[in-house]
């Protein structure tokens, strides 16, 4: 007997999709994400250079960073700003 696959889910759920707390995510003392964290709330922000200073990661991966997990996945709201220097900056933007 075969029976169908989708049977069972309820309507309109989505068993692949993970929910998301837009809870902030504690990082771990001492962890690469933590110390992002801690550059982004400085009053001048931080670089894309400055954070791969302290990281290692190139650049795209620093962007995805920001993007993927700072913004979607933890809640954070960041905010981008151009420096007296002409250089791009981000920070965590105040509520």
Same mark, same amino acid.
């Given at each position: 007997?075969?029976?169908?696959?989708?049977?069972?889910?309820?309507?309109?759920?989505?068993?692949? =999709?993970?929910?998301? @707390?837009?809870?902030?995510? /504690?990082?771990?003392?001492? %962890?690469? +994400?933590?110390? &992002?964290?801690?550059?982004?709330?400085?009053?001048?922000?931080?670089?894309?250079?400055?954070?791969?200073?302290?990281?290692?990661?190139?650049?795209?991966?620093? =962007?995805?960073?920001? @993007?993927?997990?700072?913004? /979607?996945?933890?809640?954070? %709201?960041? +905010?981008?700003? &151009?420096?007296?220097?002409?250089?791009?900056?981000?920070?965590?933007?105040?509520?």
């Amino acid at each position: 007997m075969k029976t169908d696959r989708h049977e069972n889910r309820r309507a309109g759920s989505n068993p692949k =999709r993970k929910r998301v @707390s837009k809870a902030r995510t /504690k990082f771990r003392d001492g %962890s690469k +994400s933590a110390k &992002i964290i801690e550059l982004l709330r400085r009053s001048g922000g931080a670089t894309i250079q400055e954070l791969g200073k302290v990281t290692g990661w190139q650049p795209h991966s620093i =962007r995805g960073f920001l @993007s993927g997990t700072l913004r /979607k996945k933890s809640g954070f %709201s960041l +905010s981008s700003f &151009i420096r007296k220097d002409g250089t791009r900056a981000y920070r965590l933007a105040r509520h």
